[in-house]
């Protein structure tokens, strides 16, 4: 794996962790995006990797940009390392499988687009996130315009963008840019629990996923049209074979899936 970002897999619950360590602050330069998107690749191809939590460390998620790298960007240099940031998220977003942000510290910026990306945010009580780019005179540039608005509300993402301010673990939730809190020193182990859970289901959480954000961005024939072939598509797995004879012989919730 690469030299700030890897992939570390837990046999046993199939989670895989994409764990950051570029220390002080997990700056975001490049070269960590290509990392981050390397990782996310190598956790779909993994056959032991049925749901991922991305963490930072216990002190810090991610604060953000290699901000020494921008001096010597221009217009084409901007447009093709935005590819890259881009690419990177959009990798991880589209994981057939449920990826956990764990976020101890600040998520700022560029840590905050790629917490953003991930199905959940779980939020350690000293967490702080925020788009600050209008501070240096520039917007987000890794989906922060685009994400945010589809998780707090257009008027929400405008007043965070806008200001540049920071979100606490007390307005995050309230706001749906986190969906729970846990003390400092258990975010993480609570994110690696939540992930097991969901590495123990279906295959069809993969299509469930993909049907919605899909089906969120078409109209709503089109959309519906996709629910009916992914639904259609479940039928073809193990896993609707177990789940329905499990279901008729022992109720609800007993299944033990294969992920296939």
Sequence with gaps: MGEFVRLEVDADTKVGTIRLERPPMNALSRQVWLEIEEAARAAAAHEDVRAVV????????????????FPNWDYH?????????????????????????AINGYALGGGCELAMACDFRFIAENAKLGQPEILLGI???AGGTQRLPRLVGLSKAKELVLSGRMVDANEAPQIGLADAVFPADDVYDEAVKAAARYAAGPYAIGLAKRAM????????????????????????????????????????????????
């Design 54 to 69: 991305v963490w930072g460390g216990p002190k810090v998620f991610a604060a953000g940009a290699d901000i020494k790298e």
């Design 213 to 260: 954000e899909d089906g969120i961005e078409m109209p709503l024939d089109q959309a519906l049209r996709l629910e009916r072939d992914l639904f259609a598509e479940c039928f073809a797995t193990d896993d609707a074979r177990i789940g329905i004879q499990s279901f008729i012989e022992n109720g609800p919730g007993k299944a033990e899936f294969t992920g296939r």
């Design 77 to 101: 240099e901007v447009k093709r390392t935005g590819t890259v940031l881009q690419r990177a998220l959009d990798t991880l977003a589209r994981l057939p499988m449920v990826v956990i942000a």
């Design 139 to 141: 917007i987000p540039g």
